[in-house]
């Protein structure tokens, strides 16, 4: 397995744009997870579902921020409209279940200028 | 309110010496604790999770320990490597629904020939 795939890998865009990051979990797991990265919060879970369904999205900032998981092999975080202070690293993970060892991607790099 | 305090939160060694960092937490109820080692540029890895009845899990050179009673956990990195340069974070899973993960701020390690 290519493990969680993430795209894109850099993401530049101007402020008020709409901004769609990608994920693609390892198949057969059931837990999906997206993070934020920044130098002055560290890591912050931002949603997590399991089997599809979004189980705590407690940790999305505010309404700008929106996520989906269609199916098993794919999710979306989305920020509409954009602003500078969410340029930060996004990561998604994915594991067998929601506490069990997660599997993270490469990241995605957002700037939002 | 759940906390995850590392120290120290940087630290130099040289090559082939070893090196203890430390995790304090409040979370309650616990569930899990999960050491993370994450490269420059590149997403967590998974290091070792631990759950309340052990103790001491290791993973090549790297050793973790945990105390329940005290809720403390460190991570023991013996013989150091070049390789073994990049953020330690520390993270504890509970299984109270709306708060399940706490993230420490990490510990950079960097390891100098």
């Known amino acids: 397995d290519a493990g969680v795939i993430q795209s894109p890998r850099h993401e530049v865009t101007e402020m008020g744009q709409e901004v769609t990051l990608r994920c693609k979990p390892i198949s057969g797991h059931n837990s999906l997870f997206w993070y934020r990265q920044t130098m002055m919060r560290g890591l912050e879970l931002l949603i997590y579902?399991?089997?599809?369904?979004?189980?705590?999205d407690s940790g999305m900032p505010e309404d700008r921020f929106s996520a989906k998981m269609p199916n098993a092999s794919f999710s979306t975080l989305k920020i509409q409209p954009s602003e500078p202070r969410d340029s930060a690293v996004y990561f998604c993970?994915?594991?067998?279940?929601?506490?069990?060892?997660?599997?993270f991607g490469q990241g995605t790099r957002l700037t939002v200028v | 309110k759940n906390q995850v305090e590392q120290s120290p939160q940087s630290l130099i060694i040289l090559e082939g010496k070893n090196c203890t960092l430390q995790?304090?937490?409040?979370?309650?109820?616990?569930?899990?604790l999960r050491w993370y080692k994450q490269d420059t540029g590149r997403g967590p890895v998974s290091l070792t999770i631990?759950?309340?009845?052990?103790n001491t899990k290791s993973n090549g050179r790297y050793t973790a320990t945990l105390d329940a009673d005290t809720k403390q956990s460190s991570l023991h990195i013996t013989a150091s490597q070049l390789s073994d340069s990049a953020s330690y974070i520390c993270?504890?899973?509970?299984?109270?629904?709306?708060?399940?993960?706490?993230f420490g701020g990490g510990t950079r390690l960097m390891v100098k020939p």
């Open positions: 579902f399991n089997n599809n369904v979004p189980i705590d």
């Open positions: 993270v504890v899973s509970s299984n109270n629904a709306g708060n399940m993960l706490t």
């Open positions: 993970a994915s594991s067998l279940g929601w506490n069990t060892e997660a599997f």
């Open positions: 631990m759950t309340f009845s052990e």
């Open positions: 995790c304090n937490y409040t979370v309650s109820p616990f569930s899990n």
